[in-house]
């Protein structure tokens, strides 16, 4: 098991910035890749942005390409996504999720889940 707490969620402006954390608790965390999805109001949840266990590499989806960045800091448990340029589509519930297989963009390859945290950008 890798229980997973996402946190940083909140209200911002379009353009403003937010921060999301995800804290693992697990002896094994190093061994994970994470990601991290996102599901707006009536849509299938969507991939987000991935990094490999070691953090050598990193993907994005297109869409947020340039405007968010995934890291993770094996020391302290944490994987992060820092979100810039902050778009009103960029509303959604933020997922945070732990793969063993490896990196990977599709939601069933990833083994454990977080609750989520809200994220809305108004207009």
């Known amino acids: 098991q890798v229980p997973l707490v996402e946190s940083g969620g909140g209200l911002v402006q379009a353009g403003g910035s937010l921060r999301l954390s995800c804290a693992a608790s697990?002896?094994?965390?190093?061994?994970?890749?994470m990601g991290w999805f996102r599901q707006a109001p009536g849509k299938d949840r969507e991939f987000v942005a991935t990094?490999?266990?070691?953090?050598?590499?990193?993907y994005y989806t297109d869409s947020v390409k340039g405007r968010f960045t995934i890291s993770r800091d094996n020391a302290k448990n944490m994987v992060y996504l820092q979100m810039n340029s902050l778009k009103p589509e960029d509303t959604a519930v933020y997922y945070c999720?732990?793969?063993?297989?490896?990196?990977?963009?599709?939601?069933?390859?990833?083994?454990?889940w977080g609750q989520g945290t809200q994220v809305t950008v108004s207009s």
């Open positions: 999720a732990a793969a063993v297989s490896g990196a990977r963009i599709n939601r069933w390859e990833y083994d454990y």
């Open positions: 990094i490999s266990s070691g953090a050598t590499s990193t």
């Open positions: 697990a002896r094994t965390f190093m061994s994970y890749a």
